[in-house]
């Protein structure tokens, strides 16, 4: 028997025809197993998505020793500005010790030069007056006390150069070790 398959003949029928058949062929070589280009290319998207998590631990880890670089070197600036702060701390104890020392060191100077200065007074006011003139007093003076020695004719030299060393300024203090000559102690 013979049939005829009959088909009107339009020419958009025959390319919707074309078009089913080649869609079908398409489809049937999809389903055929992977060649070498398809698991070359899974292999690929593996390897990129491996990159990628690596890259990403990678960053995580650069990150925490940013961080913990961060931390120290903070804590290494914190301890230095101790350090600096305690260096500080002590040059300006050893500058107070030194300015103590210099000012202990001045006034030490300054009482020499206050005792020099009282017995030279004691000394032009002894040699002033008409009585004592021509008595050979020593004088001496330390932190302001007054040591008189010598040897005088009577007791009313005596009591003369004592008054007159203890009138002066600055005198702290008189010590007489003045003698009055023999022949002079019983007269008055």
């Given amino acids: 028997m013979n049939i005829l398959f009959k088909y009107p003949n339009r020419p958009w029928f025959n390319r919707l025809l074309t078009t089913v058949c080649l869609s079908a062929v398409a489809g049937l070589s999809a389903c055929q197993p992977e ?65 103590e020392a210099v000012v202990d060191s001045a006034k030490a100077g300054g009482v020499y030069l206050d005792d020099s200065a009282i017995t030279a007074k004691i000394k032009a006011a002894l040699m002033s007056d008409e009585l004592l003139k021509d008595a050979r007093i020593e004088v001496t003076t330390v932190n302001g006390g007054v040591t008189l020695s010598g040897v005088l004719d009577n007791e009313k030299m005596v009591g003369r150069a004592i008054g007159l060393a203890n009138s002066q300024e600055h005198v702290k203090s008189v010590q007489s070790q003045l003698a009055v000559t023999a022949g002079e102690l019983g007269k008055p």
């Fill in 35 to 99: 060649g070498q280009a398809e698991k070359t290319g899974q292999k690929i998207d593996k390897a990129v998505e491996n990159v990628g998590q690596k890259m990403e631990q990678g960053a995580d880890k650069a990150g925490a020793y940013i961080e913990k670089s961060a931390q120290s070197s903070e804590d290494a600036l914190d301890k230095a500005s101790k350090q600096i702060d305690q260096a500080i701390s002590n040059s300006e104890k050893r500058i107070d010790s030194a300015k």
